[in-house]
């Protein structure tokens, strides 16, 4: 079996850092200028003098998902810093190593609440501010497939998350006045 993966394909680009979106033309037509007209639902033929698409109704634009990489992370670290005694406890997610469990309305999930709460409890803070929301797994998810398939899985939900691969949680260890 081999190890699971940390970094996976962009799912937004194929992997090619750049992907094909509608151009203008298929929205306005030949209108050079299209300000405060509401736009067609996209339906329309490309424009054959577009300038843009020369004709082809398609333009190449670069991933913002992958941040024109081409691959995305598939990890995320959960850390808790106390602000009153500099203790740092930190817990790193990978595939592999979710433990998820059934939720009758998203399905399977990861429950990273909870990891804060005891990530919290090991440096002996409250944690102010909102709670993170839980990692919700693919629909296709389920323990009883092949090891692979679902580390797959797991590691195309973590790629979603890495806008923010790395969540800083800070606090005091005694609750701050309330104002």
Request: aromatic share 4%; proline share 10%.
């Amino acid at each position: 079996m081999t190890a699971p993966p940390t970094v996976v394909v962009c799912a937004g680009c194929d992997g090619m850092t750049f992907r094909f979106d509608p151009c203008r033309c298929t929205h306005y037509g030949d209108r050079f200028l299209a300000d405060g007209d509401r736009p067609s639902s996209g339906g329309q033929p490309a424009y054959r003098d577009c300038e843009l698409c020369r004709g082809v109704g398609r333009i190449a634009t670069p991933c913002h998902e992958c941040r024109r990489s081409g691959r995305r992370r598939a990890e995320l670290v959960l850390t808790v810093a106390n602000l009153d005694t500099g203790a740092v406890a930190s817990h790193r997610l990978t595939p592999g190593r979710l433990d998820p469990r059934r939720d009758r309305a998203l399905g399977w999930v990861v429950d990273l609440p909870a990891r804060v709460r005891d990530l919290a409890a090991a440096v002996g803070v409250a944690v102010t501010g909102p709670d993170p929301l839980p990692l919700v797994l693919p629909r296709a998810w389920s323990p009883d497939l092949p090891a692979d398939r679902r580390h797959a899985l797991e590691a195309r939900a973590l790629a979603d998350q890495d806008r923010v691969p790395w969540r800083v949680l800070l606090g005091r260890c005694t609750e701050p006045e309330p104002v």
